[in-house]
């Protein structure tokens, strides 16, 4: 692509927000896309990302508000994701873990916590290390659940980020159990819960907390691919063939479901020359 001439140079900080937060990934993750293209513009011309994020998220929660208040929920759930999305990138414009960070992301989880009350999403939270993990779970509308598949993220995105793939998950009849890890989210920012050598038991709890639950079944993990030794570990299966890709059944190695659906059965590793083949 070609700079015009007379284009405005941005402050590098800024560009490299934009890449690594482009207007696919905003969408992706729940903003509208007016408001995503407004976050870039608004940016871009000099307003800092997080107020402007908050901004926005604030004038789609009013419109939420408004629309329950006038009787059209569906209206309502809309407003209330479009806020959470971009309360979800408010915060991100600190890498560190700062108060304003902190604040910001409680004002997401408030926001989450919103829409969850509009369409029947349930807050999970189990206890860990002496802190709490926590997680939304959703179930598929008027029917038992199937099954259930747990979603992580990775570095910067995890738990109600992924609202769409709760949406793809229940509306095939499965549970959708979206996690904030060890590392991640409220358990890294409120209860100081860090990646570390134990991290595969804090999300093991989440396994836990679903097979306790007798409506429930767990038939899948999925996350990036910096989770994928990770999920290899607790679901018992060979790597998924793609970072990202979704690993089931827990603890019955069939196999490995990549993102279409299909079971993907498990590669033989080729004998060595002069050998049966035989373990």
């Known amino acids: 692509m070609t700079v015009p001439a007379d284009a405005p140079v941005l402050d590098p900080a800024v560009v490299a927000r934009h890449r ?11 903003m509208d896309a007016a408001d995503a293209r407004a976050l870039h513009a608004r940016s871009a011309a000099g307003e800092g990302w997080a107020d402007a994020g908050t901004v926005l998220a604030a004038a789609r929660l009013d419109k939420a508000h408004r629309a329950l208040a006038a009787r059209h929920p569906l209206t309502a759930v809309i407003q209330a994701r479009w806020a959470a999305g971009a309360a979800l990138f408010a915060q991100m414009a600190d890498n560190q873990d700062t108060e304003r960070k902190r604040a910001l992301y409680r004002r997401y989880t408030e926001t989450v916590s919103f829409v969850a009350d509009l369409d029947g999403m349930r807050r999970v939270t189990v206890p860990y290390a002496g802190g709490q993990l926590a997680g939304w779970l959703r179930r ?39 996690v904030e890890g060890p ?97």
Request: aromatic share 4%.
């Open 20 to 30: 690594a937060m482009p207007l696919t990934r905003l969408v992706d993750c729940g």
């Open 140 to 178: 598929p509308a008027g029917r038992p659940s199937a099954g259930t598949v747990i979603v992580w993220g990775g570095l910067s995105g995890w738990g109600a980020a992924y609202l769409r793939t709760a949406d793809a998950v229940t509306a095939r009849g499965l549970s959708c159990l979206l």
């Open 183 to 279: 590392g991640q989210g409220e358990s890294r920012l409120d209860h100081g819960l860090y990646m570390d050598g134990q991290t595969p038991n804090g999300f093991a709890r989440f396994v836990d907390a679903v097979t306790s639950d007798v409506a429930l079944r767990v038939d899948g993990v999925g996350g990036p691919g910096l989770l994928v030794r990770l999920l290899r570990r607790l679901a018992g299966l060979a790597p998924p063939p793609l970072p990202g890709a979704l690993a089931g059944p827990v603890r019955r190695p069939a196999g490995v479901r990549g993102s279409a659906g299909r079971r993907v059965r498990r590669q033989r590793r080729p004998a060595r020359p002069g050998s049966t083949g035989v373990p």
